[in-house]
């Protein structure tokens, strides 16, 4: 046949949980009903539902592969069982397939003919699993493809898991074909989209499981309008939503047309079915091919070439895109709630110093978990000033949190009349006692301790070990404290918009910082100013620019030689700090791997380098 067709498509964005795929199969089962009372004909969830994205080292057991190939099975069954047959549903899971693994994507043979040095071989097992979606429908699972495109980079290591797909499968619903893609496979000029045009489909879908950094929804626009180009024809990008330990998914799920006119975004943070019409045109039909397409074999599944009956088209949403720093505000939110809430903590505890750090964080928290789950301890020394203290208790009054001070000054004088310390380890010592109060508190009621320290003073390592380092979850560990102010005068002004109390105290954000560690201490005593040290990190961590770029970029010789010789002596101290959301181009942890024992250093250019340069 040929001619336009009409499809109702749902992108139902969801927050799963790693390994749960029980849980993660119920929440299947329930959008799908919400899709289907909404009309829909075809559903798409995101990258790897079942089983939850990333399941990191779980996915080389072949006992839960086994397992999200059953929960597959099931979960199709189920959804015929409970009247939902008729819709097609396009899910992702983990698949394990059995016999020598495929080459991986654009590598040639070993020199002596053998797949030794493989990726798919490196660690032989008896299953290769895969990245993989299904189309379940009338019971059955249908079609299943596997990723082309296996992301190797920043939070990614699918080349250390995975296998790459060989074929693309288009499944043919209601007159219309569908292929089915993932995420990654977007990314890739000439991958499986390109296939998917020299094959003549009507419409591709795409799971995703793409984690949040500041400005990527900028990215996806026009990244998704290359590949409807590409494909000629139609794209839903249907994204995850929710926190998995550092990593936060925004959702941002969105439709295109071939011709590049958005028809529909969903809302960022929070779970949504987005529901798109369309009308594709089969005018292609004598372009469709199948078998080997360039690095891709192309299957045709018929499910239906009827048409759906005729029906209004209904314009489709589009949600309004947040500012920056209400989208990093709401991506640190989701991050520490989605931590607590599926690591079945109850309620959370830290240090409420006054400053600017601590104030954010309990703003975070009563954000997250409202605040009677958020308990809060000042923990005066000798060196805490009276408006320090007045600040934590303003910061506690304006939130309604749970308060309570306890003055360490008699400890720290216990250790000290014990062993002599001076200088720096003096200084750290109260740090540690306020640590070690903090992990008291938490063992004692069932708390998880949160560190208060941002991404300026973990990349410098003025952080102390055991000590404000302490904790289970650092929540703005990826916020440089140029940010830490943003947010907090954002918040602040989001709060007065609708006539709320301003969250943090004003003289937390206005005065100068200082850990309060000897008489008259602030942190300029010893680092560049924030905007300095911020600009530099940003350069040197996020981007891995080295000495001569940063000079290049107009950065002051002395600080760039400061700045560096902390943040590399610092990584032994990052290596065992908490996780934290990440929001930026490159967090510390798995973002960001570098060796403890590193004699590399980057040093200034010398004259004649300057001069050839």
């Not at 000590?467 to 709060?495: H, M, Q, S």
């Amino acid at each position: 046949m040929s001619g336009p067709v009409q499809l109702r498509v749902a992108m139902a964005q969801v927050d799963t949980r790693v390994g749960d795929l029980a849980g993660n199969a119920a929440l299947v089962v329930d959008w799908a009903r919400r899709a289907a009372g909404d009309g829909a004909h075809l559903v798409v969830f995101p990258e790897m539902t079942l089983t939850g994205y990333p399941a990191e080292d779980l996915v080389l057991r072949e006992s839960f592969a086994a397992a999200s190939e059953q929960a597959l099975v099931d979960l199709a069954a189920t959804l015929a069982g409970q009247g939902l047959g008729d819709l097609a549903v396009v899910v992702g899971y983990l698949a394990h397939t059995h016999g020598p693994a495929p080459a991986p994507v654009d590598t040639p043979p070993a020199a002596d003919g053998s797949d030794d040095d493989r990726p798919g071989d490196a660690n032989p097992r008896h299953g290769q699993p895969r990245n993989a979606a299904a189309l379940l429908h009338g019971g059955q699972v249908v079609a299943r493809y596997a990723k082309r495109h296996l992301p190797n980079y920043g939070v990614f290591d699918e080349a250390r898991y995975f296998v790459p797909g060989t074929e693309l499968p288009v499944v043919r619903l209601h007159g219309a074909d569908v292929a089915l893609t993932i995420c990654e496979d977007l990314w890739v000029e000439g991958g499986p989209c390109g296939v998917a045009g020299q094959a003549g489909v009507d419409l591709v879908v795409s799971p995703n499981a793409s984690p949040y950094e500041r400005a990527k929804d900028d990215l996806r626009l026009p990244l998704v309008r290359r590949r409807a180009a590409e494909a000629g024809a139609p794209i839903v990008y249907c994204n995850q939503v929710g926190g998995q330990d550092e990593l936060v998914f925004d959702g941002d799920s969105l439709a295109v047309s071939a011709d590049g006119e958005l028809l529909a975004r969903a809302p960022q943070f929070v779970q949504h079915l987005l529901c798109v019409d369309l009308t594709l045109d089969r005018g292609r039909a004598a372009e469709r091919r199948e078998g080997r397409i360039g690095p891709m074999t192309v299957t045709r599944t018929v499910l239906s070439e009827e048409p759906v009956a005729p029906f209004e088209p209904r314009p489709g949403s589009l949600a309004e895109p947040l500012s920056d720093p209400e989208e990093v505000w709401r991506a640190l939110v989701l991050g520490l709630r989605d931590f607590i809430d599926k690591n079945g903590m109850p309620s959370v505890v830290f240090g409420l110093s006054g400053g600017i750090d601590s104030a954010l964080v309990a703003a975070l928290s009563v954000d997250a978990f409202g605040p009677d789950r958020v308990h809060a301890v000042a923990l005066p020394s000798r060196w805490s000033s009276e408006h320090s203290i007045a600040d934590a208790e303003d910061s506690a009054r304006r939130l309604g949190l749970h308060f309570s001070t306890v003055p360490i000054a008699p400890m720290v004088d216990a250790f000290e009349s014990s062993v002599q310390l001076s200088g720096t380890a003096a200084e750290n010592l109260q740090a540690r006692v306020r640590g070690t109060l903090l992990m008291g508190l938490s063992n004692q009621h069932g708390h998880l301790l949160l560190a208060t320290s941002n991404k300026s003073e973990v990349a410098v390592g003025y952080s102390t070990l055991y000590g404000d380092a302490a904790g289970g979850f650092a929540p703005i560990k990826d916020v440089p404290k140029t940010l830490v102010w943003e947010l907090a005068r954002w918040r602040n002004a989001y709060a007065r918009e609708r006539g709320e109390t301003e969250p943090i105290p004003q003289n937390s954000i206005d005065k100068p910082p200082s850990a309060e560690l000897a008489p008259g201490q602030k942190d300029s005593d010893s680092l560049p100013s924030y905007e300095e040290l911020d600009a530099v990190i940003a350069d040197y961590v996020d981007r891995d620019l080295g000495m001569a770029q940063l000079l290049e970029r107009g950065h002051d010789p002395e600080v760039v030689a400061r700045v560096l010789r902390l943040v590399d002596v610092a990584e032994f101290k990052r290596r065992q700090s908490a996780p934290g959301t990440k929001i930026s181009l490159k967090a510390f942890g798995r973002d960001r791997r570098l060796p403890i024992t590193n004699r590399w250093r980057e040093s200034l250019p010398s004259v004649r380098e300057g001069a050839a340069q």
